[in-house]
């Protein structure tokens, strides 16, 4: 959504009744005039609210029910709309619950870019791996699409696969920029080491879920024990000096800021 500057000029209007009642820009014929603007800014406004509370309804309704037992009448009601008018945003089901999941990833993105600048501390993978682990751990959408969980996101997930091959997992994303900077082991191929921190992520999410509450753990503590378990098993520990190490990081950051930009520029663009 572009807004444009106030430099444009009135142009009057003269009708044969005279130039003082009659006056009107061109721009207000046209519904193009400062409060033309304006209005429109404000409906877009309601519009992009609207939708944002309905990403909110279905999410929610996923996280409880599951994306098979969700139905458009179900987010209808818990957004406080009208069915139709979800309609008016998606033409689909399919669509909508495409929506709730491309925003997750990138509130997901968002929150750890947040996190990892507001560190005091220097940038180190290990913080890279645990904000990683974190963001999972808190956002439990995103979670059910990296451990295939079908109860929870059911052929939408194999829809989004089919429709967006080229998204990646975040952990991904850091595992390549790390690897261009010799920070990785040489003896495993980018395949295997990604199947490797995946399945550490899986084994830990897995034991989330079956620990008995007497051993239950905070999320910050079984991100930092996926971090230590990552580290070690990648060698990533003593690869590069401290400053090596922060450039790399740094380098992921700002990677991840023009990417996580980008999405939510395009995705606010078409909720408005």
Known sequence: MVLRGRGE???GRVGSAGRAGDARTAGDVAGGGAAGRIERRGRQSRRTERALRILDAAASLVERYGYSKTTMDDVAREAGVAKGTLYLH????????GAVLRREQILLTRS??????AQKQPLTVHALFKQAALGLLERPLVRAVFTRDVEVVGNLLRREQRDHPEQ?????LLLDFLGRSNLMRRDLTPQAQAFLVSAIF??????????PDQAEMSDEQVAGLMADTVVAALHLD???????????????LRHLEELVAREEAAFQAELA
């Not at 998606?90 to 619950?97: D, I, M, Q, S």
């Not at 750890?112 to 600048?117: A, G, P, S, V």
């Open 238 to 252: 003593g690869q590069a000096t401290p400053r090596e190490e922060a450039e790399a990081a740094e380098d992921v």
């Open 112 to 117: 750890f870019l947040d996190r990892m600048r």
């Open 168 to 172: 990646k997992e975040l952990f991904h």
């Open 202 to 211: 899986l084994g830990f999410f897995l034991m989330v879920s079956w620990v």
């Open 90 to 97: 998606w033409n689909t089901r399919e669509e909508l619950f």
């Open 9 to 11: 000029r009135n142009e």
